[in-house]
């Protein structure tokens, strides 16, 4: 206390640098593994009534914005790789009846649907634009968590003019593609055996085309080669990989290459089945090369000749059908307006519609608007399953689970700020769906064109700085993989765990009857007076990490202290034997 009975400044000050106890709170999440940023959940038990607030881990995939639960997917993906990676045995994938669960989502999409139904009737475009926005949540949530495949009825279907003759595509190769082998297709996922023992399988690299020379500090026979420029670079040079003359770089082509490169991967992977003739399986990590480009590395179930798998890779290319789509027609203030007496998009000067998506698509004798073919660089390794060549590469093929495209390359220097500054330039004028509403300054109405859009400023993923084009999965993983989803790989180290503690003696974490009971979980607003603070979230789930981490370690100690012992039996100590 100073003279006037006040807090000495000293104290004062140590107490505004001190830290917040929420970021206390947070810190101790992380070193525990659990989540910071919860999310506050109404649990209601359909059986009994009982109502409760719960606090569920936010499940993020990005590293920056929860690092436990990207670590938490990261080892999910580690342990599909690896037991899918070198199977010897068939995987069952055949279909099973549909759980309640998937009944219930689905008698749910049909409420929608027919209140789509009516409003379409009824005119009501706003209603109808949210009903079609549900219904694609409701769908993803179908194909995701209950696996349903085939079409799902939509609320176009009743409008497909049964008069108007249906858009047929040419099926034959492209004369400038190499020829493509072919043969009948077996239904196996197993590679080949070798020497009665071995059943090797393989880690493939595939990349882009180039757009244009780049800054490079390449190594042959031991000397860095002189880059394009002309002048050698040190290999940790923070511009390697921007382009030598940016004004020569083909960003246009750089952009839509990867808007399109999950549908040129989805091309690879049937090209490659049909041409060694069995039903290849995969695991690929879509990263972004130094250059900003996306590229895949794939562990490949089986062995595959190199020979074959690079002649797929050249052999590959996805045509994009859909309209031209050059230099902008529209753009700044002068945009296209929505004229509610002709439900268009119009011309700003004219007052005349805009054409449609359907009429702007291109003929049977055109060509189409964009073709994607991976470039002439093609790793391809042989890996034996069991080894640590094996477990580095898993290592390898998850180290960026965690970062979003656009956080795996290092935003070292001015010139690579400025290489994904013209990226993001030509992606914005860059279409990512049917529905974008980017085609309005290429003077077409999307798909589903309705008053709310703004002409050029699409919500997509693939516009943005974290995704750099590259908008869906960064794990691309095949249906027979180790046939389960990654939940069910999340439900097999639960029933582990819950395993240890039955052997032990110890009671689980939750009972069958809790486990069995229907439940429905329902948002909770920030702003309900009801919900906990996000610092009694995190403690609460701080507190039950550590409990649950005692248990586990004293089930372990109960298993292992009778084996350890001289002349003990692994039933003795108490546990069940």
């Given at each position: 206390?100073?003279?006037?009975?006040?807090?000495?400044?000293?104290?004062?000050?140590?107490?505004?640098?001190?830290?917040?106890?929420?970021?206390?709170?947070?810190?101790?999440?992380e070193?525990?593994?659990?989540?910071?940023?919860?999310?506050?959940?109404?649990?209601?038990?359909?059986?009994?009534?009982?109502?409760?607030?719960?606090?569920?881990?936010?499940?993020?995939?990005?590293?920056?914005?929860?690092?436990?639960?990207?670590m938490?997917?990261?080892?999910?993906?580690?342990?599909?790789?690896?037991?899918?990676?070198?199977?010897?045995?068939?995987?069952?994938?055949?279909?099973?009846?549909?759980?309640?669960?998937?009944?219930?989502?689905?008698?749910?999409?049909?409420?929608?649907?027919?209140?789509?139904?009516?409003?379409?009737?009824?005119?009501?475009?706003?209603?109808?634009?949210?009903?079609?926005?549900?219904?694609?949540?409701?769908?993803?949530?179908?194909?995701?968590?209950?696996?349903?495949?085939?079409?799902?009825?939509?609320?176009?279907?009743?409008?497909?003019?049964?008069?108007?003759?249906?858009?047929?595509r040419?099926?034959?190769?492209?004369?400038?593609?190499?020829?493509?082998p072919?043969?009948?297709?077996?239904?196996?996922?197993?590679?080949?055996?070798?020497?009665?023992?071995?059943?090797?399988?393989?880690?493939?690299?595939?990349?882009?085309?180039?757009?244009?020379?780049?800054?490079?500090?390449?190594v042959?026979?031991?000397?860095?080669?002189?880059?394009?420029?002309?002048?050698?670079?040190?290999?940790?040079?923070?511009?390697?990989?921007?382009?030598?003359?940016?004004?020569?770089?083909?960003?246009?082509?750089?952009?839509?290459?990867?808007?399109?490169?999950?549908?040129?991967?989805?091309?690879?992977?049937?090209?490659?089945?049909?041409?060694?003739?069995?039903?290849?399986?995969?695991?690929a990590?879509?990263?972004?090369?130094?250059?900003?480009?996306p590229?895949?590395?794939?562990?490949?179930r089986?062995?595959?000749?190199?020979?074959?798998?690079?002649?797929?890779?050249?052999?590959?290319?996805?045509?994009?059908?859909?309209?031209?789509?050059?230099?902008?027609?529209?753009?700044g203030?002068?945009?296209?307006v929505?004229?509610?007496?002709?439900?268009?998009?119009?011309d700003?000067?004219?007052?005349?519609?805009?054409?449609?998506?359907?009429?702007?698509?291109?003929?049977?004798?055109?060509?189409?608007?964009h073709?994607?073919?991976?470039?002439?660089?093609?790793?391809?390794?042989?890996?034996?399953?069991?080894?640590?060549?094996?477990?580095?590469?898993?290592?390898?093929?998850?180290?960026?689970?965690?970062?979003s495209?656009?956080?795996?390359?290092?935003?070292?220097?001015?010139?690579?700020?400025?290489?994904?500054?013209?990226?993001?330039?030509?992606?914005?004028v860059?279409?990512?769906?049917?529905?974008c509403?980017?085609?309005?300054?290429?003077?077409?109405?999307?798909?589903?064109?309705?008053?709310?859009?703004?002409?050029?400023?699409?919500?997509g993923?693939?516009?943005?700085?974290?995704?750099?084009?590259?908008?869906?999965?960064?794990?691309?993983?095949?249906?027979?993989?180790?046939?389960?989803?990654?939940?069910?790989?999340?439900?097999?180290?639960?029933?582990?765990?819950?395993?240890?503690?039955?052997?032990?003696?110890?009671?689980?974490?939750?009972?069958?009857?809790?486990?069995?009971?229907?439940?429905a979980?329902?948002?909770?607003?920030?702003?309900?007076?009801?919900?906990?603070?996000?610092?009694?979230?995190?403690?609460?789930?701080?507190?039950?990490?550590?409990?649950?981490?005692?248990?586990?370690?004293?089930?372990?100690?109960?298993?292992?202290?009778?084996?350890a012992?001289?002349?003990?039996?692994?039933?003795?100590?108490?546990?069940?034997?």
């Amino acid at each position: 206390m100073d003279d006037n009975g006040g807090e000495s400044a000293g104290t004062a000050l140590r107490r505004l640098r001190g830290p917040r106890g929420l970021d206390v709170a947070v810190a101790v999440a992380e070193a525990e593994g659990v989540c910071g940023h919860p999310v506050v959940l109404r649990r209601t038990n359909l059986d009994t009534g009982e109502s409760r607030l719960v606090g569920i881990a936010c499940g993020s995939r990005r590293g920056s914005v929860c690092g436990p639960c990207a670590m938490r997917n990261k080892r999910l993906r580690e342990t599909q790789l690896a037991e899918g990676w070198h199977l010897n045995e068939e995987p069952d994938i055949g279909p099973r009846e549909p759980d309640e669960g998937a009944q219930s989502v689905m008698a749910f999409r049909a409420d929608l649907l027919g209140m789509g139904l009516e409003a379409k009737a009824s005119g009501n475009l706003e209603e109808l634009e949210e009903i079609r926005a549900d219904l694609a949540d409701v769908d993803r949530q179908l194909r995701e968590d209950h696996d349903v495949r085939g079409k799902l009825p939509g609320l176009d279907d009743e409008d497909q003019d049964e008069t108007k003759p249906r858009r047929v595509r040419s099926t034959r190769r492209r004369q400038d593609a190499p020829d493509l082998p072919r043969k009948p297709v077996q239904n196996r996922t197993i590679g080949r055996e070798y020497a009665g023992k071995y059943r090797p399988s393989m880690m493939v690299t595939t990349t882009l085309d180039s757009y244009g020379a780049v800054h490079s500090a390449y190594v042959r026979d031991g000397r860095v080669q002189r880059c394009a420029c002309g002048k050698t670079h040190k290999q940790d040079a923070a511009f390697l990989g921007t382009p030598v003359d940016p004004k020569a770089y083909d960003y246009r082509r750089h952009a839509r290459d990867a808007v399109h490169f999950a549908a040129q991967m989805d091309r690879f992977f049937q090209n490659l089945r049909r041409a060694v003739g069995w039903k290849v399986q995969y695991f690929a990590a879509i990263e972004s090369q130094r250059r900003l480009a996306p590229h895949a590395h794939i562990a490949l179930r089986g062995s595959i000749p190199r020979d074959v798998i690079k002649q797929v890779a050249a052999a590959t290319y996805h045509q994009v059908w859909w309209p031209e789509h050059g230099d902008p027609v529209y753009g700044g203030r002068r945009v296209p307006v929505w004229v509610p007496e002709r439900s268009a998009w119009c011309d700003p000067d004219t007052r005349e519609p805009l054409r449609s998506f359907e009429d702007a698509l291109p003929g049977e004798d055109d060509d189409p608007a964009h073709v994607v073919r991976f470039g002439n660089q093609v790793d391809i390794r042989g890996v034996l399953g069991g080894t640590e060549e094996a477990n580095r590469h898993i290592k390898y093929l998850t180290k960026y689970v965690t970062k979003s495209v656009g956080e795996t390359y290092a935003d070292a220097s001015e010139a690579h700020r400025q290489h994904a500054d013209w990226l993001l330039a030509e992606l914005a004028v860059t279409p990512c769906s049917p529905r974008c509403p980017v085609w309005l300054l290429h003077g077409i109405q999307p798909q589903g064109a309705h008053s709310r859009m703004n002409p050029g400023q699409c919500k997509g993923n693939a516009h943005k700085r974290e995704t750099l084009g590259v908008a869906g999965r960064r794990v691309l993983v095949s249906r027979a993989w180790t046939g389960k989803r990654l939940s069910d790989h999340q439900t097999d180290r639960q029933e582990h765990v819950r395993g240890v503690l039955n052997a032990a003696g110890l009671p689980v974490v939750a009972t069958d009857a809790e486990q069995k009971a229907r439940v429905a979980w329902e948002p909770v607003s920030p702003t309900d007076p009801d919900a906990p603070s996000r610092a009694l979230l995190i403690l609460q789930a701080v507190a039950e990490r550590r409990r649950w981490k005692a248990q586990y370690q004293q089930a372990q100690t109960l298993l292992a202290g009778p084996r350890a012992a001289p002349g003990g039996r692994a039933g003795d100590g108490g546990g069940p034997a």
